[in-house]
């Protein structure tokens, strides 16, 4: 690895020469002259995306009786709603970095035609045409309020028989004879409804039935006895569906519904190894505001590998390549590790590579006022990808053709 950075140096310092051509930032300078181009040496943020999960739960309208006439303890007893975070995950993306603006001055030179950027200022390419894409998108955020669960419809099929009993009452009126007064019967009828545990007693019978006749299919001894093959399978497959939904009057039901959240993150070199809120979370709300007083916190944290830092140290000892303003600014960026925790628990860890974490670098100018000298850039990152020899090219195809 030193060899590599001593190898980088070496060149730096034998290719730099004075030039015409100035590479300045813009925060240097007071007013700007002459021809010139500027550019941006993007920073990397994160789109992180939150996939949260609710589970519904909702008592069944007879479950206070599932035991008595099903036999059956293990019931949903109360309407409740739960959440937790079932998968986190993210991706970067560039943004303008305020601090790294540069300007070209060039003195009437046309190296500046030789410059390709992209619609946002990002370097790709000198002394090489190559096809830019569109603007980078920025992902979208959406966390800006809790997600409420779709509303559970209430069961509307609750027994095959209705909901009122004939109610036959006697009563006696007097009536006088010519020698006595005699009590004669009067019946009297009328509707009342049914009480929910004798709705709760039919809907049990029923299930009961459905079994027989399941049964019965299953033992060849239906009724039906021109049904078949598919024919009995789909009458079968239509009793479970019956007798489930049913039984959910009993033991309640349970939905599971998902949602998908974003929000941006921008790490900063000085919040390095730090933790830092994203938002609180609540098992029975789920997603809250930061400064939300319930729910417990999410943060990330962000720590450095330090891998590119070394280099920085040893061209800061170079007092030549160190004083050097004329030359394209480029980064090295370097890895981090993004983790994330939920209550102190951690639930996502990932590696990815910042822009800002790296260091900065410098292409000479005489370098660049070569044009069979081409150079490529990872433009998300600011960083140089391949230098290459326009020369080297058209001799290798010489050479094919010759060969040919």
């Known amino acids: 690895m030193k060899n590599f950075f001593s190898k980088i140096i070496l060149i730096l310092i034998v290719l730099t020469a004075c030039s015409s051509i100035k590479v300045v930032n813009i925060k240097q300078l007071s007013n700007l002259k002459d021809y010139g181009l500027v550019y941006n040496l993007p920073k990397t943020a994160l789109n992180i995306k939150i996939e949260l999960t609710a589970v519904v739960q909702k008592k069944g309208i007879y479950a206070d009786y599932a035991e008595k006439f099903l036999g059956i303890k293990d019931v949903i007893t109360s309407d409740k709603t739960e959440w937790y975070i079932s998968n986190v995950s993210l991706n970067s993306y560039p943004l303008p970095d305020n601090d790294q603006y540069y300007w070209i001055q060039t003195k009437g030179e046309k190296i500046r035609n030789n410059i390709l950027l992209t619609p946002e200022g990002y370097i790709v390419s000198v002394n090489k045409p190559i096809e830019t894409n569109t603007c980078t998108p920025t992902p979208v955020i959406n966390l800006t309020s809790p997600p409420s669960p779709s509303p559970s419809h209430p069961p509307t099929d609750l027994s095959i028989k209705n909901f009122f009993k ?7 009126k007097e009536v006088k004879t010519d020698t006595t007064m005699k009590k004669i019967p009067v019946y009297l009828s009328s509707n009342e409804r049914k009480t929910t545990e004798e709705k709760a007693e039919e809907a049990a019978n029923f299930i009961f039935k459905l079994r027989k006749r399941r049964f019965k299919l299953l033992v060849g001894m239906s009724d039906n006895k021109a049904a078949e093959g598919q024919g009995i399978e789909s009458m079968i497959l239509e009793l479970n569906k019956t007798e489930d939904e049913y039984i959910a009057l009993f033991t309640g039901t349970k939905l599971t519904e998902t949602y998908n959240y974003a929000l941006n993150f921008i790490p900063e070199i000085n919040n390095d190894s730090k933790k830092i809120v994203l938002f609180k979370y609540s098992k029975t709300k789920g997603i809250l505001p930061a400064n939300a007083n319930e729910g417990q916190a999410l943060v990330i944290e962000i720590s450095r590998f330090s891998n590119i830092s070394s280099l920085g140290t040893i061209l800061q000892n170079q007092e ?7 030359g394209l600014v480029y980064r090295i960026p370097d890895y981090a590790t993004v983790k994330i925790f939920e209550n102190e628990k951690e639930i996502f ?3 990815i590579l910042l822009a800002q974490y790296g260091t900065n670098m410098v292409i000479p100018v005489n370098m660049m006022k070569r044009t069979h000298k081409c150079f490529e850039f990872y433009h998300e990152y600011g960083m140089l990808k391949t230098i ?11 050479h094919q053709v010759f060969h040919h």
Do not use: I
């Open 349 to 351: 860890s990932q590696e």
């Open 166 to 172: 004939e109610v036959k009452k006697t009563s006696y």
């Open 388 to 398: 290459t020899s326009s020369y080297s090219q058209k001799k290798h195809r010489k």
């Open 320 to 326: 030549k390549l160190a004083k050097v303003d004329k």
